[in-house]
Structure formats: C-alpha cells, structure tokens
C-alpha cells in the first residue's frame, strides 16, 4: 500500500514568487493535514481538511498561504507570493476517520528554500 | 495554549542500554498523548498512543508511561539498537485531530 507522498521534494525559488506543493494521502483517507516545520523549531500545525472541507485552518500563517483539497483527494497548497520567513519543510498528513484517526501517516515533507 | 517540553540535548547510550526520554506538558491534560519517530530527511512515523486512563503502554521494546498528575509521558526504548538513533516526538491533540509536537529529543546509540 502506498504512503502519504509529496510533491516536489525540494523546491527553491525567489521571494515574491509562487510556489504549489502537492500531497497525495492514503487512498481512503478522509482526514489530510499540513504541518511546517520552520528552522530550529518545533513541526506545527497548519491545517485540517476532512474530505474536500477545511475542517481546521487556525494554524495557517496569513493570507499568502491557500490550501485545496477538491474532490476530497489530493491537496495543494500554495504560498503566493513568497516571503523568506516561508521556508521550511512542509509536511502533509492523512489519517482515516473515527478513532483510527488519531494514527496520522506523515508524507516525507517538501524542503521550501525562499532566497 | 499547550506547550510541550522535550530534552533538547542529544541521549546518548551504548547498545543494550534502556533509552528514557521525557515529555512534559503544561496545560490540560489531553485525552491522549502521541510519540513518534523521525529520521533525517522523512516524515515523523507514528509509534505509540497512551490515552490518559492508561498508566502504561508497551509494544515490543517500547514503553511508554502517562502521569496526568506529574503532566508528563515518559518513553522507554529497551536493549537498544544502533537503528534506534533517530528524532523522537511527543504530540498531543489541541482539539480534535490537531496535534502539537514538541521539538523532539535526538537519541544517538552506539554499537
């Protein structure tokens, strides 16, 4: 079975540029998430979605950062523009529903470098 | 809000030894408390959940125990292994699924 996968791997690019990151979670999951950790610091919550809505969005830094996840599937999440305070590794989470849920799978992360 | 504490230094141990390291919270006490497991360049893995009428939990060479009074889990890697340096992290639910991690505590065995 596959896991939580995320694309791309890495990416860097220059402050006020766009950049999409992409998660594909465990098929069946309803349950996705978005964590960042930041240089230094703790991983910290971005946000919820079950299924296509946002269930949780408290962690979400400011307006520059949109995420969607249409049709319930995979998610995007896009940072627009860029600021150099952005960069970190993202790392996205799936989960199934119920009590079950409280066992997140964790993607590999996506290392974000803003010059 | 809740915040979590984990031992910032590297644990170094020799193999065979018992790793413990600790978690302490400083709010509520959550209905259940998380640890994980995260080497370089992946995600966080999942280990272990202790809810919190749970005094002790194991799994193969791992235990955890949970005191609500002391607000403080604490996780045990016994007959450790070379393959168990790694980044372990506590996490606790904010409110529903959401979770908060510590900064995690690098233990490092040597063969």
């Known amino acids: 079975e596959a896991g939580v996968t995320q694309f791309p791997s890495h990416s860097v690019i220059e402050k006020g540029q766009t950049v999409t990151l992409r998660c594909d979670p465990i098929s069946g999951h309803d349950n996705l998430y978005w964590y960042r950790r930041v240089m230094g610091k703790e991983i910290k919550f971005l946000l919820h979605?079950?299924?296509?809505?946002?269930?949780?969005e408290s962690g979400m830094p400011n307006n520059r950062f949109l995420a969607e996840r249409t049709g319930g599937t995979y998610s995007t999440l896009k940072v627009q523009p860029a600021e150099l305070e952005d960069s970190g590794v993202y790392f996205c989470a799936s989960s199934a529903s119920g009590l079950a849920g409280h066992e997140q799978f964790f993607g590999p992360g996506t290392r974000l470098t803003v010059l | 809000s809740q915040k979590i504490e984990q031992n910032s230094e590297a644990l170094n141990i020799q193999e065979g030894k018992t790793a413990t390291l600790t978690c302490n919270y400083t709010?509520?006490?959550?209905?259940?408390l998380q640890w994980y497991r995260q080497d370089p360049g992946r995600g966080p893995v999942f280990l272990l959940l202790i809810r919190e009428n749970e005094k002790e939990k194991r799994k193969e060479r791992l235990k955890v125990t949970f005191d609500t009074t002391l607000k403080q889990s604490l996780f045990h890697i016994t007959a450790s292994q070379p393959a168990d340096s790694a980044t372990y992290l506590c996490?606790?639910?904010?409110?529903?699924?959401?979770?908060?991690f510590g900064s995690g505590t690098r233990l490092l065995v040597r063969p």
């Open positions: 709010n509520y006490s959550p209905a259940y």
């Open positions: 979605f079950v299924k296509e809505s946002k269930q949780d």
């Open positions: 996490a606790l639910p904010d409110s529903s699924y959401k979770l908060i």
